[in-house]
């Protein structure tokens, strides 16, 4: 079991860049492979970025390589998201999720434990 929480979200204008972190309780962090996803109003929730449990791989979804990093911490028990040159397609909230499994996971189901989300806007 880990209880996740994310924080960092707000507003920005086009161009800008925020910090998205996760918290994770308990002490099996390191266990856990980790991805950020995002949901936009009226659209399907999509994998943004995921970290195999050591940080060794990484995947980017088309749209964010090389504006967005995902790096994580396992001696904080932290993940976060990097994101740069924000565009308003970027809005929606985001959540951090972990799985049991191996590598970089890119799809919802395969994430067993979800954080509450939160709103990232970005103005034109």
């Known amino acids: 079991q880990v209880q996740l929480v994310e924080s960092g979200g707000g507003l920005v204008q086009a161009g800008g860049s925020l910090r998205l972190s996760c918290a994770a309780s308990?002490?099996?962090?390191?266990?856990?492979?980790m991805g950020w996803f995002r949901q936009a109003t009226g659209e399907e929730r999509e994998v943004v970025a995921a970290?195999?449990?050591?940080?060794?791989?990484?995947y980017y979804v088309d749209s964010v390589k090389g504006r967005f990093t995902i790096s994580r911490d396992n001696a904080k028990n932290t993940m976060t998201l990097q994101m740069n040159s924000l565009k308003p397609e970027d809005t929606a909230i985001y959540y951090c999720a972990a799985h049991g499994g191996l590598g970089t996971q890119l799809r919802a189901h395969q994430y067993d434990y979800w954080g509450q989300g939160t709103q990232v806007t970005v103005s034109s």
């Open positions: 970290i195999s449990r050591h940080g060794t791989y990484t």
């Open positions: 308990g002490r099996t962090f390191s266990t856990y492979g």
